[in-house]
């Protein structure tokens, strides 16, 4: 049992000689009146029992009654010891234990027997961490976490933005940014973010299998998305990401992310992302980075200013970040993206290839070697063929062919213009052969002909011309249709040597309608009197 210190002891028995109350002595010592009561009890017995104690002089109190020894039984279940030994190697839990010995063994004990007997004999050995040590610059770690609550621009609603940390895993020096959205841009520019707020970049990176990193995961060839890779790259960084379900690997980080929403954010709001992130700014500079590390018992920015010497130095010019797609070669040997063509040779017609779109370039490359194969400037308006002369090809296709003959179709002077595009364009000019025929289905025929006469006499070859010129010749066609005819307007004439009396008109119509009812009642009669032959 517990026992008071000597001095406090003999406090006690001062103050209850001096007729103090238990409740005051228990507001100058702090021991509760409980155990005031129980040391009172044992003076006075002290007292009785020792008559040549002088009044006045504080009592001295008994040691307390040592333990009772405990009497060691022997369990009931220890007869079936060999079996429940054999039962747990099999991981069985300890009520299908219990079943077992009450149907198969005759056991009359009680479940909580057997439940402590289990207990005794399951070893639960603690789990054994390894402390990793890294050099100076040598591992950083990366995840995300969720930031405080900030008000959405333009309404008075709040919500959690994602929190991007990274840890230098030797300074325990760390980068912290709140974002809306994330995307596979977001979370490389992120990384490139924090290795310029470090001043460098660290050999490897340390990552969960998220989808703005790793594609497919895999404990022996993760892939990672194409921006991340080309951006780690870029810098000169391993990317080693850590088994599923295994947070251990990244620990720094993660314990990055709770201390930062602990203290730093715990109970806060921010009316823009701006605020939060300057507010994470001012606390790792002036409280985190100020701080004794627990482990190392050292300043963390005095860490830092170890390691920083050490990190990747950083190129001159930051990452430049893409979009890629699939597309398909057409029979041009060329590539269609946004609505402009570009030469991808020495990619087979028909062959798929990757393109990437830089800001002001692209690239096209092997689908499944990822080798460069053509780079070109963007085209600043749709329609443009990026395609030198000598590449372009001259043969007719069946596709040529085809529309050769719905050109021909609608007219001479179109099969001649279309043929005019081709010698002079190549299978590159088939686009503007498909939309030249391709008219028939908003303008009349003879109107598209007309046009492209009148486009091969101007030496204008092409569909934007033709085009133009076919509105203009429908517009003036319906303003003539919509032109009040000037005939119509004329006052009509009365008298002409061809124009009768109107007497005689009279006449005529007269006789004709007797003529028709004298025929139609002579044919009735005739009915009538005809014989009926049977």
Known sequence: MNVLKPHLQTTISTLLESNTSHRQIERVTGIDRKTIRTYAKRIEEFKSNSPGVATGTPAQIPPPRPPAQLKLTTSICEPHRAFIEAQLRFKRNYMAIYQDLVDSHGFGGAYNSVKRFC????KHEPEQF?????????EAQVDYGEGALTRVAGTDRFRKPRLFVMTLRYSRRSFRRVVWKSSQETWARLHEEAWRYFGGACRYVVLDNLKEGVIKPDLYEPELNAVYAATLKHYGVVADPARVCDPNRKGTVEHAIGHTQATALKGRRFESIEEQNQHLEHWETKWAAQRIHGSERRQVEAMFQEEKPNLLPLPLLGMQYFTEGQYTVNDDSCVRVEHSSYAARPAPIGSRVLVRLFA???EIRDLKTQALLRSHDRAEKPGTVVLPMNERVFNPSRETQRILSQ??????????LCETLFEREGRVG???MWGIVGLVRRY???????ACERAMDEGVCSYGHVKTLTEQL???ALALLDAPNSEASCPLTQSHALIRAGDDYADLFTLGAHTSATLAATQAQAQVEAPVWH
């Not at 207990?119 to 399951?122: A, R, V």
């Not at 050109?407 to 001649?416: D, E, F, L, S």
């Open 360 to 362: 002001r370039r692209l």
């Open 130 to 138: 390894d402390r990793l040590q890294f050099a100076p610059g040598e």
């Open 119 to 122: 207990g005794g004999l399951c």
């Open 444 to 450: 009349p025929r003879r109107l598209i002909e007309a």
């Open 407 to 416: 050109a021909k179709a609608i007219g001479v002077a179109t099969h001649k």
């Open 474 to 476: 429908t517009a003036q």
């Open 430 to 432: 088939q686009r503007q």
